[in-house]
């Protein structure tokens, strides 16, 4: 039996275990799910790092990141630092998603990267499947007990503008779903994540 391929893709975060937190957590359980070395996280280099990614499936990277007082914005040397590795790591590997934590300082870094990396639409679902994902794939959005959370993601495998091949405004339209179960980022046609717990039409502003 032959294995399943993997997936390969970057991902820029700058929490990351062992620094401790729910957001930390969540995203080193996402990233041992899906896949082995062929994933790298470019992220934050904290007390503790050396030995815990030693024994890590992923192959991750570590960065001094400190913000600078009397820059503006104080997080400028982040994002240059994000860049030019993100930017190594892209000419000598393949990567057919990139992901950012954060809208800010991360994703705009994705953004740039993303398109240097050259997204695509498989017609698949999620970034662990062998033939890469939907456009409009997403990363899981993680939410309390009491139903209460917050999601940031930013993606250029969609657009706004219409008439674009990957425009939302297409012919048929687009629409958000929300699944409530976890997406496994690999079955079709939804990730194997159970029945929808909102959705709403993506329209145009009047």
């Known amino acids: 039996m032959k294995p399943e391929p993997k997936t390969p893709f970057l991902m820029l975060t700058e929490l990351f275990l062992p620094t401790k937190g729910g957001t930390a957590m969540s995203f080193d359980d996402d990233f041992r799910r899906l896949g082995g070395k062929e994933v790298h996280i470019v992220t934050a280099d904290v ?59 991360e994703g705009l870094v994705a953004l740039a990267v993303g398109r240097l990396a050259g997204p695509r639409d498989s017609g698949d679902d999620g970034v662990g499947h062998p033939d890469g994902p939907h456009a409009g794939d997403l990363p899981n959005m993680y939410v309390a007990k009491d139903g209460s959370g917050r999601f940031e993601a930013l993606t250029d495998n969609i657009t706004l503008r219409t008439g674009d091949p990957s425009s939302v405004f297409d012919s048929d339209g687009s629409a958000l779903v929300i699944h409530a179960g976890v997406d496994d980022y690999t079955t079709d046609p939804t990730g194997n994540a159970g029945d929808r717990a909102a959705c709403g039409v993506i329209a145009a502003g009047r």
């Open 47 to 105: 007390p503790g790092a050396r030995e815990f990614d030693l024994k890590h499936p992923n192959t991750v990277h570590r960065l001094q990141l400190k913000r600078v007082p009397w820059l503006k914005p104080e997080s400028l040397v982040m994002y240059a630092k994000f860049l030019f590795k993100s930017l190594a790591l892209v000419v000598t590997n393949r990567f057919d998603a990139v992901f950012a934590a954060r809208a800010l300082p």
